[in-house]
């Protein structure tokens, strides 16, 4: 096929930008994800596992069993290990305010970024691969934006959304806890500084993180689920901080959770760096 001109630069001034049509795809592919059920449900689904009813589950745990006898020692050898700072962070809670204390603030924490995670690399790998298989890619390479333009809307729906989702259900995630674990706290616990920071800072960056990774692979995938797959490998970090906090390794303290915000945002400013330097809807139109 013939290549046409591209880069949509007919009618604009030489440096400008245009904002219209790039808010304009920005606008189509939040629309998009809203109806398309592969974006959707899991989208669904891991909010309201992650947001809602683990948090739930949690606080009430211990009024549906009983915590005591042999676990009382297992809970002392486990809290020797921690930091001064957290011992005395939890110093006078019982057994099973320890419990909730420890699982909600601090375990479950790296399960929250997840859902940024998911949310961004679902829309992300939507952005190219979906328009691939819904056969509407060339009229969108074909838009009045350039390669720096189009490259960039489909970074911002995908952050909007991921981000949106992200505050939404930090919001759901307090909600949960502090009504589910009243009857054994006795007042609201959550959040603390650290989730603050967690949810203000670094879910936002680590939306960027995985949407910046999967647009770079939706653009060279050849459908949905082989974009998707590529980005969600980068929910192993992830796991990887939940496993530490468990076994003692480390522990997501104030300092430590803003110290990590900033690695994720530099890494985020390389990978939109990259994408930006090597993406080419020219290409894509001949893979297309």
């Not at 691969?129 to 509407?136: D, H, S």
């Not at 919001?171 to 920071?197: E, H, L, Q, S």
């Amino acid at each position: 096929m013939n290549t046409p001109r591209l880069g949509g630069r007919g009618g604009r001034e030489r440096n400008g930008v245009n904002t219209r049509a790039t808010l304009a795809i920005v606008r189509k592919d939040l629309k998009v994800a809203l109806r398309n059920r592969m974006v959707l449900l899991p989208t669904i689904i891991v909010g309201l596992l992650m947001m809602v009813l683990l948090p739930a589950g949690v606080g009430l745990a211990p009024q549906l069993f009983n915590v005591g006898g042999s676990s009382t020692s297992d809970m002392s050898a486990f809290l020797a290990k921690m930091p001064g700072n957290l011992r005395s962070e939890i110093a006078g809670l019982s057994e099973s305010q320890t419990m909730i204390y420890l699982m909600l603030l601090y375990f479950m924490a790296p399960l929250y970024l997840i859902v940024p995670l998911m949310v961004a690399s679902v829309v992300a790998a939507d952005s190219f691969a979906g328009e691939k298989e819904r056969k509407t890619l060339e009229a969108l390479l074909y838009s009045p934006t350039s390669d720096r333009e189009l490259f960039q809307a489909k970074l911002m729906a995908a952050w909007v959304a991921a981000v949106t989702i992200a505050w939404l259900g930090f919001i759901a995630f307090g909600v949960a806890a502090n009504v589910a674990a009243w009857p054994i706290m006795g007042r609201v616990f959550f959040p603390n500084v650290t989730w603050v920071v967690l949810a203000l800072f670094v879910a936002p960056a680590v939306a960027g993180m995985g949407l910046g990774a999967t647009v770079i692979v939706s653009a060279r995938a050849q459908g949905f689920q082989d974009a998707y797959q590529g980005g969600s490998m980068l929910v192993l970090p992830l796991v990887a901080l939940m496993v530490f906090q468990a076994t003692g390794v480390m522990y997501l303290s104030t300092w430590l959770v803003a110290g990590l915000g900033l690695v994720i945002w530099a890494l985020d400013v390389a990978l939109i760096w990259y994408g930006g330097r090597t993406f080419r809807r020219s290409e894509i139109i001949t893979r297309f």
